[in-house]
């Protein structure tokens, strides 16, 4: 109950005080896991559904619309945003923050648009990284296996000389081996990456604190598409090679005027460019935002704040993918404003707040909230929350030209972006209870019930005859609308209990129901039965932990995953399990063991995937780390 947390309202609360589905991965967790990836530590989040598509390419989401691009749920690092506007997803590829580096990741299931903006509908993923003061020292990773078939870190942190400034500096590699198609050839999806980046921290006796960190990547991977060609017409499964390269630096500075209010300034540049395997792109961006927090008397706590995002891209199409027009400039602008309201201290808070944000293509929209909390004791709290968020459109809903398939005619089936789409919305509805029954066991207790409108459908167009080839061409054209609504609902629940002072286990599950529906205009007679097909509507969870004497300590995480009917995907367990042994003060030894309980096995299979889906492998590797 005493956690602290600052993703739900940008500034520090107790858990005990938080109206939110909140779930914190901390870092003992995080050793505890025996992940390598971001993707395989969620795994652990009640009510996050986590999907590896093949050896490099993940479908996430919260509360269901899982998919490669899952454009529900926002992801941040340090605050600084990796959704990407272009295909409304995140490039997991490349989320390459080392491990041993995060603080804790908080995962807010629900809509967080109040505070965070647009696509923050169904969840938020806020990774924080440590302060470069608390990685002082050397640090040396060095492994390999099976899949994972070589990786390394390498890190140093020091002070400067007056001691004001902490900063660190790190390299790290890895190379990722392919995973088997679905006939046990190989999937051609293997990828490499490199990638360095430092960290400064300074405090100054003013009350002012500066952060400066920047990122550069450059890596490589395969992928396996389906392409389509028109003369003749045939469809054909090819690999392709796709270049990886970008980088981001981000700033903030923070001033205390008293002990009573302070203000945050953050900004960032970032950049990236993906060649392929279907379209190549490059997109820049430019993101400023301002934070100011108040006390007002003994009962108000006032946040408010602005923002300004630039972004451009740049592309290359192919037969397969292009967008129109190649290039597009966007500018978002935001305004927010939350009161925390204590209507009897210790016992009753109140959290009204909106945001007014003007996205790439819709124009203004408003995001409001309301939650409240009830404390009956320091070791119980009822919550309870109604929340608007608004799902924007991105550069694929409006500017794609895709190929799905090519027919004999010859003929195309083409996927067409439409300038008219407007925001999806939720309306959600939100109640929950955590408690520590005893200074072992605490249980905390999700439930939710949301109603969506104007979500995406794809409707067929008249056909047409495209007189520029030879022979013509018969097109089939389909488009983004905005024709299907309807309701999830859920609950989430996490147990975590300390049986012994040597041996704990986190149990959790979660349930998920969806149903939707097409508008009278509507053609789209599968959107909705694809939708709630791919979403398990169980999954559960159970992690062990348990340290013997002499440095010795075992993990055993077990994940269970319900079936995908419309993906025919079955059910699945997947079984993790770590060994670690502290051989010297300052070295550890871990062999490690992914999906151990059946050699492959498939997990998400998405008609709509921009790559072909490969069966997940089993892992087992071994690592060594040493910290001076």
Not at 281 to 303: A, F, K, P, Q
Not at 389 to 411: E, M, W
Not at 464 to 488: D, H, M, Q, R, V
Request: proline share 5%; no cysteine; glycine share 8%.
């Amino acid at each position: 109950m005493n956690v602290h947390v600052t993703s739900v309202s940008k500034q520090d609360q107790k858990m005990s005080q938080v109206a939110a589905a909140v779930f914190v991965i901390a870092q003992d967790d995080i050793r505890e896991s025996g992940a390598t990836t971001i993707p395989d530590l969620l795994r652990m989040v009640p009510g996050l559904n986590v999907a590896q598509i093949n050896s490099n390419t993940w479908a996430i989401s919260a509360r269901g619309f899982n998919s490669q691009f899952a454009d529900k749920l926002l992801v941040l690092v340090d605050g600084r945003t990796v959704y990407t506007p272009t295909l409304a997803e995140v490039f997991w590829d490349t989320l390459d923050v080392p491990l041993e580096d995060i603080e804790r990741i908080e995962v807010i299931r629900g809509p967080g648009g109040t505070v965070w903006g647009a696509n923050a509908v169904n969840g938020i993923i806020n990774i924080i990284t440590k302060e470069a003061g608390e990685t002082l020292g050397g640090l040396l990773e060095a492994g390999g296996g099976t899949v994972n078939q070589g990786f390394g870190l390498a890190q140093y942190g020091a002070k400067t000389r007056g001691g004001g400034t902490a900063f660190r500096v790190f390299t790290k590699y890895f190379n990722r081996s392919h995973f088997p198609d679905f006939s046990g050839q190989n999937g051609h999806d293997g990828s490499h990456l490199l990638h360095g980046g430092f960290r400064a921290d300074s405090t100054s006796s003013k009350g002012d604190s500066t952060m400066l960190q920047a990122d550069l990547y450059s890596g490589a991977e395969q992928e396996t598409i389906v392409h389509s060609e028109l003369s003749p017409p045939q469809n054909i499964t090819v690999p392709r090679h796709v270049s990886l390269s970008g980088g981001d630096i981000l700033g903030s500075w923070g001033h205390s005027f008293s002990s009573r209010s302070d203000l945050t300034l953050q900004a960032y540049l970032d950049h990236y460019t993906n060649s392929g395997p279907e379209a190549r792109e490059t997109r820049d961006t430019v993101d400023i935002d301002s934070h100011y927090h108040l006390l007002i008397g003994s009962r108000n706590d006032l946040s408010v704040g602005m923002g300004y995002r630039y972004t451009r891209n740049r592309t290359v199409g192919t037969i397969d993918q292009a967008f129109v027009p190649p290039h597009e400039d966007g500018h978002l602008y935001n305004v927010f404003a939350e009161d925390q309201i204590t209507l009897q201290p210790d016992r009753w808070f109140l959290y009204a707040g909106v945001k007014l944000e003007d996205n790439y293509f819709r124009g203004f929209a408003a995001e409001p909230s309301f939650r409240i909390a009830w404390t009956p004791s320091t070791k119980q709290t009822l919550w309870a929350a109604v929340s608007d968020a608004h799902r924007a459109p991105s550069y694929r809903d409006v500017g794609l030209k895709a190929t799905l398939a090519a027919l004999p005619g010859p003929a195309a089936v083409v996927l067409l972006g439409n300038r008219g789409f407007e925001d999806e919305v939720v309306l959600a509805y939100e109640l929950g209870y955590r408690t520590q029954i005893y200074k072992r066991l605490s249980i905390d207790l999700a439930s939710f019930f949301n109603r969506y409108y104007d979500l995406q459908s794809i409707e067929p167009l008249p056909p047409f005859i495209e007189p520029n080839t030879s022979p013509a061409l018969l097109i089939l054209p389909k488009t983004f609308a905005n024709n299907l609504y309807g309701t999830t609902g859920g609950v989430e629940a996490s147990v975590h209990w300390k049986v012994t002072d040597r041996w704990t286990v986190s149990p959790g599950y979660s349930f998920l129901k969806i149903h939707l529906h097409t508008k009278p205009a509507s053609q789209d007679l599968g959107g909705p039965a694809d939708i709630a097909g791919s979403n398990p509507v169980h999954q559960a969870q159970l992690r062990s932990h348990w340290e013997f004497a002499r440095g010795f300590g075992w993990d055993a995480n077990a994940y269970f995953t319900g079936p995908l009917t419309e993906q025919l995907v079955a059910s699945y367990t997947r079984l993790d399990s770590q060994l670690t042994w502290d051989l010297l003060e300052r070295v550890q030894l871990s062999l490690v063991g992914q999906n151990l309980l059946s050699d492959h096995h498939v997990e998400f299979n998405d008609d709509l995937a921009l790559v072909n889906s490969s069966a997940i492998k089993r892992n087992v590797f071994a690592k060594i780390v040493w910290t001076f």
